[in-house]
């Protein structure tokens, strides 16, 4: 029996086929477009999905690795940052067009079973999946399974408030993760102290910040409180990262160093681990949706 796995990306649709052992049988690539609207992303995902289909045997759903999420009592999309989506019946749309059910998660909740099964965190029970790049998200694997919450918001850790009446976020709230370690706010925050725009990765790797010492240390110190929460309270057996800031090396160190310190006990022995899987993290989370309880 075969699973399939589509990843709808901001810039691409990929799609993959697994045999029942995880080995990839076709993987194919396509543009999204996201500016020709929501009946065009759809054509497109379902063309790509039927090309998968014929090089696949034993198929009976296909999972979806989505940006945003399904509202569980509306059935349509929310959160998303391919506007067109938001407020569309994308899982019923698909399922009308593929006559097969569709499993569909956020890209956080794909990763993390991804990493969990197949990455960096194969082999622990309970993994906590961070997602750190233009936002902070976070998914919660439990034995091999997403652990989802009866509102499905499991692991949003990303609008978890680490200062009350701090700065505005997109969520409606104030003082929120994302809007402080996110690449989106550290670069923001970078401009703003120097006028000048680089990534978080260009600032660090190429010593940029020691110009102003103050925007790394006000970095680390936030990650750090922000994941030891983490701990604090799911006490995971790993922490795995992905997204653009993964790359950043010193989260694995004076990062670390900054989480462990905040965390209520005197011995921590929680790993922070970068992923494996890189970008192919969610279309090959789409597919083990499929096997997903």
Same mark, same amino acid.
């Given at each position: 029996?075969?699973?399939? *796995?589509?990843?709808?990306?901001?810039?691409? %649709?990929? /799609?993959?086929?697994?045999?029942?052992?995880?080995?990839?049988?076709?993987?194919?690539?396509?543009?999204?477009?996201?500016?020709?609207?929501?009946?065009?992303?759809?054509?497109?995902?379902?063309?790509? *999905?039927?090309?998968?289909?014929? +090089?696949?045997?034993?198929?009976?759903?296909?999972?979806?690795?989505? #940006?945003?999420?399904?509202?569980?009592? +509306?059935?349509?999309?929310?959160?998303?940052?391919? %506007?067109?989506?938001?407020?569309? #019946?994308?899982?019923?749309?698909?399922?009308?067009?593929?006559?097969?059910?569709?499993?569909?998660?956020?890209?956080?909740?794909?990763?993390?079973?991804?990493?969990?099964?197949?990455?960096?965190? +194969?082999?622990?029970?309970?993994?906590?999946?961070?997602?750190?790049?233009?936002?902070?998200?976070?998914?919660?694997?439990?034995?091999?399974?997403?652990?989802?919450?009866?509102?499905?918001?499991?692991?949003?850790?990303?609008?978890?408030?680490?200062? #009350?009446?701090?700065?505005?976020?997109?969520?409606?709230?104030? /003082?929120?993760?994302?809007?402080?370690?996110?690449?989106?706010?550290?670069?923001?925050?970078?401009?703003?102290?120097?006028?000048?725009?680089?990534?978080?990765?260009?600032?660090?790797?190429?010593?940029?910040?020691?110009?102003?010492?103050?925007?790394?240390?006000?970095?680390?110190?936030?990650?750090?409180?922000?994941?030891?929460?983490?701990?604090?309270?799911?006490?995971?057996?790993?922490?795995?990262?992905?997204?653009?800031?993964?790359?950043?090396?010193?989260?694995?160190?004076?990062?670390?160093?900054?989480?462990?310190?905040?965390?209520?006990?005197?011995?921590?022995?929680?790993?922070?681990? +970068?992923?494996?899987?890189?970008?192919?993290?969610?279309?090959?989370?789409?597919?083990?949706?499929?096997?997903?309880?």
């Amino acid at each position: 029996m075969n699973k399939i *796995g589509i990843d709808l990306g901001g810039t691409k %649709i990929e /799609g993959i086929v697994l045999d029942e052992n995880c080995n990839t049988i076709d993987r194919k690539r396509i543009p999204t477009n996201r500016e020709d609207g929501y009946e065009a992303i759809i054509n497109r995902i379902t063309g790509l *999905g039927h090309q998968l289909l014929e +090089k696949s045997t034993g198929v009976e759903q296909i999972g979806i690795c989505t #940006p945003g999420a399904v509202d569980p009592s +509306k059935g349509v999309m929310k959160n998303s940052n391919t %506007i067109c989506l938001i407020g569309k #019946p994308l899982q019923k749309d698909l399922e009308r067009e593929f006559d097969l059910p569709v499993s569909m998660e956020n890209d956080a909740n794909c990763f993390a079973l991804a990493e969990a099964i197949l990455g960096a965190a +194969k082999g622990y029970g309970v993994v906590f999946g961070v997602i750190m790049g233009t936002g902070v998200g976070g998914g919660i694997i439990i034995n091999s399974n997403i652990h989802r919450g009866p509102n499905h918001i499991a692991g949003e850790w990303g609008h978890h408030v680490l200062y #009350p009446d701090g700065r505005d976020c997109y969520c409606g709230n104030k /003082g929120c993760t994302e809007s402080y370690i996110s690449g989106t706010a550290l670069e923001k925050e970078w401009y703003e102290l120097t006028g000048e725009n680089h990534t978080v990765t260009d600032i660090i790797d190429n010593g940029l910040y020691k110009s102003h010492p103050e925007w790394k240390d006000k970095f680390i110190l936030n990650y750090g409180r922000a994941l030891s929460n983490i701990i604090d309270i799911i006490d995971p057996d790993c922490i795995v990262l992905g997204g653009g800031l993964s790359k950043v090396d010193i989260l694995y160190s004076e990062g670390k160093d900054a989480v462990y310190s905040e965390v209520l006990s005197d011995h921590v022995l929680t790993p922070i681990l +970068k992923n494996q899987l890189g970008d192919s993290a969610g279309v090959f989370g789409a597919a083990l949706l499929t096997g997903d309880g």
